[in-house]
């Protein structure tokens, strides 16, 4: 019998650097929520660059979400601090009722009222929030919720996407940001994109009705 070898990678990604680059002054973050955690891996990173991460995830990495996200865990959990069973629902279930930021990292697309969970997730939110999905059908997990897909959106309004500006009427009135960008180098020919959302509740400007495309930008970036 051949074992199989599941080797997971704490390479830093390119939608990882578009996180963090909403991330510049760590003197005034104290912490950052990581709701959706999955792996691990951007919390990884961000340890490293010296931030106090809290991980978290819906349920204790059960069933499925055991089988692959505690082997992609398992190099570095010891050093992760890492909470089970957080319920975007539920603010009550996450260790910390509030952060100065909050992370959520390709998670809204699998949840059916997405809506609410944005709103807790504003609740949740200090300073700044900063969410990452998939650009219409990018990254497509097929099958039900949670594991499958079943939100889709996009900036040019065809089909059954929902218009990816909801979000800062959503947000309102705080300022909200929209940048399409990529999660990886080869992403740029197949035309695979994720939008990045920031909401920055400590900036009264008015939000923008325009959204960035930093795709060429990133492939000038190292990873």
Not at 16 to 38: A, F, K, P, Q, W
Not at 190 to 207: A, E, L, P
Request: proline share 3%.
């Amino acid at each position: 019998m051949i074992k199989k070898i599941f080797i997971m990678t704490k390479e830093i990604t390119l939608k990882d650097r578009l996180i963090m680059s909403e991330l510049t002054d760590i003197n005034n973050t104290n912490e950052v929520v990581n709701v959706g955690c999955g792996g691990g891996r951007l919390d990884y990173h961000l340890g490293k660059m010296g931030y106090n991460v809290i991980s978290t995830d819906y349920q204790d990495h059960a069933g499925w979400v055991k089988d692959f996200f505690l082997k992609e865990m398992e190099d570095w959990s010891d050093i992760l601090n890492y909470h089970g069973n957080c319920n975007i629902f539920d603010l009550t279930t996450f260790p910390i009722q509030s952060s100065d930021v909050v992370v959520c990292s390709e998670v809204l697309e699998h949840i059916v009222d997405y809506k609410t969970a944005f709103k807790n997730l504003l609740k949740l939110t200090k300073n700044k929030l900063i969410i990452t999905i998939p650009r219409e059908r990018s990254f497509n997990v097929p099958g039900p919720a949670p594991r499958g897909h079943c939100n889709y959106w996009s900036d040019i309004g065809l089909g059954s996407y929902t218009d990816i500006k909801e979000f800062i009427n959503m947000a309102g009135p705080y300022n909200t940001k929209i940048q399409i960008g990529m999660t990886k180098k080869k992403d740029y020919g197949n035309g695979q994109r994720v939008y990045m959302i920031t909401v920055d509740k400590n900036n009264n400007n008015k939000s923008e009705d325009k959204i960035y495309n930093i795709s060429d930008e990133q492939m000038k970036w190292e990873v």
